[in-house]
């Protein structure tokens, strides 16, 4: 039996749960890049990134080129890139909207 498109849809978001995963989409939207130079900029050990890469790679989201020694990743498309700026305006109008009614508070008497 088929997998209805709302379980497939939270099974997709359920798998962008993850900081580090996040954090290797925003870092990849500049461009392919080897592990040795994501990894400084995660606060993880390499077996952990690792360990987030292949989820990513499974899911599509990511590609990986094998250079010599060295493993380039890359997005698998545009529309993961806009799926980030499209979170990032929707969290920017969310926090807007939470500093607006914080502002509230501290006026109210």
């Not at 989409?25 to 400084?40: H, I, K, N, S, Y």
Request: glycine share 6%.
């Amino acid at each position: 039996m088929p997998v209805p498109l709302y379980q497939a849809k939270a099974e997709f978001f359920r798998m962008l749960g993850h900081p580090v995963r996040i954090r290797v989409l925003e870092l990849l939207q500049a461009g392919p890049t080897p592990v040795r130079e994501l990894l400084p900029e995660l606060d993880v050990e390499p077996s952990s990134l690792s360990q987030q890469l292949a989820i990513l790679r499974r899911s599509g989201l990511v590609t990986a080129t094998r250079e010599g020694s060295t493993v380039v990743y890359a997005l698998a498309g545009a529309d993961v890139a806009e799926l980030l700026r499209t979170a990032r305006r929707i969290l920017t109008e969310l926090l807007a909207d939470q500093g607006m009614l914080l502002e509230e508070l501290r006026a109210a008497p």
